[in-house]
């Protein structure tokens, strides 16, 4: 089992940064990579960035350039540093960790950029 407890999330303008964070703990030993995923209201959840435990960093086109994942290993803990926000960047971020047996989410924390 793993557990997952987001933070960091609030409201931005425009332009503004934000840093999200996800802390798993549990059974990390068993973590293939941590993800960062987004759902706006009455869209499908969306891929934002992964970390693999390689340190292998993938990110979204669309948040490439703004936004960075970042990791502290001694703490299980993984960042999404949110620069340059946009109004479309408001959304419910979601942190994943995906394991050798299944995905797990975490609740979620809400971002709403003002334009």
């Known amino acids: 089992q793993v557990q997952i407890v987001e933070s960091g999330g609030g409201t931005v303008q425009a332009g503004g940064s934000l840093r999200l964070s996800c802390a798993a703990s549990?059974?990390?030993?068993?973590?293939?990579?941590i993800g960062w995923y987004r759902q706006a209201p009455g869209k499908q959840r969306e891929f934002v960035g992964r970390?693999?435990?390689?340190?292998?960093?993938t990110y979204a086109d669309s948040v490439k350039g703004r936004f960075t994942i970042s990791r502290d290993i001694a703490k299980n803990m993984v960042y999404l540093q949110m620069n340059s926000l946009k109004p479309e960047d408001t959304s419910v971020y979601y942190c994943?960790?995906?394991?050798?047996?299944?995905?797990?989410w975490g609740q979620g924390t809400q971002v709403t950029v003002s334009s």
């Open positions: 970390i693999g435990t390689d340190s292998t960093i």
């Open positions: 994943s960790v995906l394991t050798s047996r299944r995905l797990y």
């Open positions: 549990g059974s990390t030993f068993t973590i293939v990579n």
